[in-house]
C-alpha cells in the first residue's frame, strides 16, 4: 500500500537509544529512478508497467499529478500500471509542484508530446533555492518558446515536433539532463546534451525509455545522443534498488555497531559510500552480485567527505554519514557543494550531544563518545534518517518530529529497522 501523509495528525517517532541491529533487510525500488520514470510514462500513448516501485508519499505525489493531466494509475503490490494514450491536459496544478520538486519533470515529456506543457515553478524548498533555468534553456535549444508568467513555466513547442539539438549544461545536474532526455526522446532528429549528470538514476530513465523504444546512447556518461521517434510504445520496466536507502542501512550497521546484509543492491551504485566506510574502519563485504554485509566496529576513524556529482559522494548521503562521524574519534569535515542549505541537521545532531562547527558550506565534527537522546525535527528527507539513525545510537530514547520528510522516501523504514531488531514506534505528538 503506497501511504498518503495528507490528513494524519501530526506524529512524533520515539526510538529507543543503544540498539543492536542484526539481520536482513529489502532494498526497496530507488525513489528518484521511479519518480523520472514516473513523468516518461506521459511519452507512451499506451500502458506502461512499472514494477519495484517503493511505497512513499512521493510516488503518491506523481500519482496525483499524472492524474491531474488526465493519465489513468492504478497500483497493486508495488506495481504501477501507468494508461496516458489521453493526456487531457499540459496543464499542472500548483499545489501539486510545490509540494515535490520532482514533478517538475513532467515538463519534457508533457511538451514533446502535446507540444505545449504549463508546470509551476517547483519554488524554494529546505535544502536550497533550487532553479530549472537548466531544464528551460535545454528545451529552448530544443526548439520551444519558454514564457515564464506569474510563476508558471509555459513552454510551447514552435514546430509540430521538438527539433534535435546540441545542448550543453553548465552544471550535471540530475533533474535537467532527465527533463531534456525525455523531451529529445519524441524530437526530430538527433540531441546531444553534454556535461550530463551521471547518476544511475539516469541511465535507469534512459533505459526505461529505451524500453519503450527510444533510441538514447551514453546515458551514465558525460554525452547522452539520442535520436528521436515518432512515437513510444508500452513496455513493461522493473526499478533498480535503491542505492540512498541501501546506504543509509550500511550506516545504520556501522553507527550502531551491528551486522547487517541487505539485498537487492547493485554494489558499482554504492563505491563511494562503501569506501568512506572501509576508510573509518567498518567491514563492507559483497556477499553476492546483489547482496552485501556491514558490520560495525568498535571505533571509527576521522575522515572527510565533499558532496559531488555522480561518481562523487552523493549528497543524498551527507547527513546520515554526518551522523555517523560524530561518534568517530577525531575531526572529520564535510564539505556540501551540491545545495547551498543542506545543512540543517547540524543543529539537530548538536541538540543530542554533536560537536558540529560549521564554516560556511564545510561542518567540522569532532567525534564525542557517546550521543544522547532528546527532542529533535526533521528538516528534510535525508536529515530525518540522519536523525533516526543518531537516535538509534544515542543513550536514551529520541523524539523525532517532522516526520512527514521521512515518510517521503523511505518505504516502511520503522518496519524495516523493528525487522532488525530496532525499537521504535510513532505516535500522536502530545502522546508521549
Ligand atoms: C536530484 C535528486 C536529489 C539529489 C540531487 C543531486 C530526484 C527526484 N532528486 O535532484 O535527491 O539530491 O539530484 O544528486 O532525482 N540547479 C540549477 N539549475 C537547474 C537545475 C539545478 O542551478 O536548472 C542546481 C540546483 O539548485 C542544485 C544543483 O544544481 O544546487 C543540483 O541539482 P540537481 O542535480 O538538478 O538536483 P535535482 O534533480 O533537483
Do not use: W
Not at 508558471?152 to 532526455?181: C, F, H, N, W
Not at 562547527?357 to 528527507?381: E, F
Amino acid at each position: 500500500m503506497l501511504p498518503n501523509s495528507q490528513d494524519r495528525p501530526e506524529s512524533v517517532l520515539r526510538i529507543q537509544g543503544k540498539a543492536t541491529l542484526n539481520g536482513h533487510v529489502s532494498i526497496s525500488g530507488a525513489k528518484n529512478s521511479t519518480l523520472a520514470i514516473m513523468a516518461a510514462t506521459l511519452l507512451c500513448s499506451g500502458t506502461s508497467h512499472i514494477r519495484n516501485v517503493p511505497g512513499i508519499v512521493d510516488v503518491q505525489k506523481m500519482i496525483e499529478i499524472l492524474k491531474a493531466v488526465g493519465v489513468k494509475v492504478t497500483s497493486d503490490r508495488g506495481a504501477l500500471d501507468i494508461d496516458a494514450k489521453h493526456i487531457s491536459q499540459s496543464h499542472v496544478p500548483y499545489d501539486l509542484v510545490n509540494q515535490m520538486r520532482a514533478s517538475f519533470f513532467v515538463i519534457g515529456p508533457l511538451l514533446a508530446r502535446l507540444g505545449v506543457a504549463r508546470v509551476p515553478l517547483p519554488g524554494g524548498c529546505a535544502i536550497g533555492t533550487r532553479p530549472v533555468d537548466l531544464h528551460v534553456k535545454g528545451l529552448q535549444a530544443l526548439g520551444a518558446d519558454v514564457i515564464i508568467d506569474q510563476g508558471i513555466v509555459q513552454a510551447y513547442a514552435r514546430k509540430s515536433r521538438l527539433q534535435g539539438a546540441k545542448i550543453y549544461l553548465d552544471y550535471p545536474s540530475v533533474g535537467a539532463t532527465e527533463t531534456l532526455m525525455m523531451a529529445a526522446t519524441l524530437a526530430e532528429g538527433e540531441t546531444v546534451i553534454e556535461n550530463c549528470a551521471q547518476e544511475p538514476e539516469v541511465s535507469d530513465l534512459a533505459n526505461f525509455c529505451r524500453s519503450m523504444g527510444a533510441k538514447i546512447r551514453g546515458a551514465g556518461s558525460k554525452t547522452i545522443t539520442i535520436e528521436g521517434v515518432p512515437h513510444l510504445y508500452s513496455s513493461d520496466f522493473s526499478i533498480i534498488p535503491d542505492r540512498i536507502e541501501a546506504a543509509t542501512f550500511m550506516v545504520a550497521a556501522a553507527i550502531t555497531r551491528s551486522t547487517i546484509t541487505m539485498s537487492p543492491v547493485i554494489p558499482d551504485h554504492l563505491t563511494a559510500a562503501i569506501a568512506k566506510l572501509e576508510e573509518i574502519g567498518a567491514k563492507v563485504v559483497l556477499e553476492s552480485s546483489s547482496r552485501i554485509r556491514v558490520e560495525g566496529a568498535p571505533k571509527y576513524r576521522h575522515t572527510h567527505i565533499e558532496t559531488l556529482p555522480y561518481p562523487g559522494f552523493p549528497t543524498d548521503m551527507q547527513a546520515q554519514f554526518m551522523a555517523l562521524l560524530t561518534l568517530s574519534e577525531g575531526n572529520s569535515t564535510v564539505k556540501e557543494t551540491v545545495f547551498e542549505n543542506r545543512l540543517q541537521h547540524v543543529a539537530e545532531l548538536c541538540r543530542m550531544g554533536a560537536n558540529i562547527k560549521l564554516q560556511g558550506n564545510i561542518a567540522v565534527v569532532t567525534g564525542v563518545s557517546a550521543l544522547c537522546g532528546a527532542p529533535v525535527m526533521a528538516t528534510d528527507l535525508r536529515a530525518s534518517a540522519a536523525l533516526v539513525l543518531a537516535g538509534l545510537a544515542a543513550e536514551g530514547e529520541t523524539h523525532m518530529q517532522g516526520l512527514h520528510h521521512l515518510d517521503r522516501g523511505y518505504d516502511q523504514i520503522e518496519a524495516k529497522l523493528r525487522g532488525l531488531g530496532a525499537t521504535l514506534e510513532r505516535q500522536p505528538v502530545g502522546s508521549e
